[in-house]
């Protein structure tokens, strides 16, 4: 190959390549036109979504482009909050708690819904009943004369107290008195006869709850089983759990007054015993508790006959509550952040503008706003 030949193809090469180039700067920039990503890093970085605020707290009006079609949005209203908040919720045991496996042979089981006091046969087994004990702890060992002393030993006699065996009062040490009571106990409550009256108590002689009486909830056993629980209680004491939503977690607390009424329409006056903000895990798939109150109800006889069913609560907000009208937005509107601080999204035109706010009342789903600088009756509020 010649010279003016090389020179020639090595002009050629270099034409093709800016032709090249030039195609692929047009191709960018046709692209740019077209998606226009300076509007997308705008949206990123702009005061709706960084959270810059004005002088009075609330958010820059410059807030986040949005379709205000794809929003669920509510008016903002002004009046008199009603001065109660209206809650479903049931009248129900507490969770229920497991029994410690049988000994030996299950061989007669109690009744779902039987409810069972200290000394009284909560199953059989090997032909024995096996009656309810209560107390903070498990029984662990063998308890006779001369075993070192301990607060089962006190558990223990305290029962036996209680039942008409033991007549000193109960301590940690295991001696004579001890031991006689556990033969009147093995003969005249378990049915024992001769040799079998010891005077020595063995731990799955008895079914332990934390309190008496108690309510069987389930039986779980079927007879001729071995190694088995039984089944599962509960306290027989009702009480009302209702769920709530943060914001009225918020806002409540233990001791508010609080009527319930029962399913024959008669209410009871009493206050809320407590007040939980949920949050803790359940331990399924990332589940946490909802956010609830509950009320006790130290006359059971009040609600006994009703047993597990559905009530209303009525919590009256009437205590701090003015007459002047305030800004009302729906609880689905406020939006919780750290600190206990609150806040709105209000639409303006084609933008977000999160306006923070102080709450008062909650009632019937909504929000009585003490402050919302920058809000007004008939903004557009996004809810969830």
Avoid at 144 to 156: A, S
Avoid at 180 to 190: C, D, F, M, S, V
Wanted: aromatic share 4%; hydrophobic share 40%.
């Amino acid at each position: 190959m010649t010279r003016t030949e090389a020179r020639r193809i090595g002009r050629t090469r270099r034409i093709i390549t800016v032709i090249v180039v030039c195609v692929a700067v047009a191709g960018l920039i046709a692209a740019c036109v077209f998606t226009k990503p300076w509007t997308l890093i705008a949206d990123m970085t702009g005061a709706g979504r960084t959270g810059t605020t004005t002088s009075t707290g609330a958010h820059a009006s410059s807030g986040t482009t949005v379709n205000v079609s794809t929003l669920r949005t509510q008016p903002v209203t002004t009046g008199i909050l009603n001065a109660e908040t209206r809650l479903g919720g049931t009248l129900q045991y507490d969770e229920p708690s497991e029994f410690q496996p049988a000994t030996g042979t299950i061989t007669q089981l109690p009744t779902p819904g039987a409810e069972i006091a200290t000394g009284q046969q909560v199953y059989e087994m090997d032909g024995v009943t096996v009656p309810l004990f209560h107390g903070a702890r498990p029984f662990w060992r063998t308890l006779q004369v001369d075993v070192p002393d301990g607060p089962d030993v006190t558990q223990l006699e305290t029962n036996l107290q209680e039942l008409g065996y033991f007549k000193a009062a109960p301590n940690a040490h295991f001696d004579w008195r001890t031991r006689e009571a556990i033969r009147q106990w093995q003969a005249k409550t378990l049915g024992l006869t001769g040799d079998r009256v010891t005077g020595v108590f063995e731990p799955g002689s008895v079914a332990l709850a934390a309190t008496a009486p108690i309510r069987i909830k389930t039986v779980t056993a079927r007879l001729g089983e071995t190694d088995v629980s039984p089944g599962t209680y509960t306290g027989v004491a009702l009480h009302v759990e209702a769920t709530l939503t943060a914001t009225q977690a918020a806002t409540f607390k233990a001791g508010d007054k609080v009527q319930v009424i029962l399913p024959n329409n008669t209410t009871i006056d009493t206050a809320l015993a407590a007040v939980d903000q949920g949050g803790q895990s359940t331990g399924k798939d990332g589940q946490v508790t909802s956010p609830s109150a509950r009320v006790d109800f130290p006359d059971q006889t009040q609600v006994a006959s009703f047993g597990a069913t559905s009530v209303q609560l009525i919590i009256p907000n009437a205590t701090n509550a003015n007459t002047a009208e305030t800004l009302i937005v729906p609880v689905t509107a406020i939006i919780a952040s750290a600190g206990n601080t609150y806040a709105v999204d209000v639409v303006r035109g084609q933008r977000l503008e999160r306006i923070p706010v102080e709450l008062g009342l909650v009632a019937n789903a909504q929000v009585q706003l003490t402050r919302a600088d920058g809000l007004k009756a008939g903004d557009k509020v996004v809810v969830s």
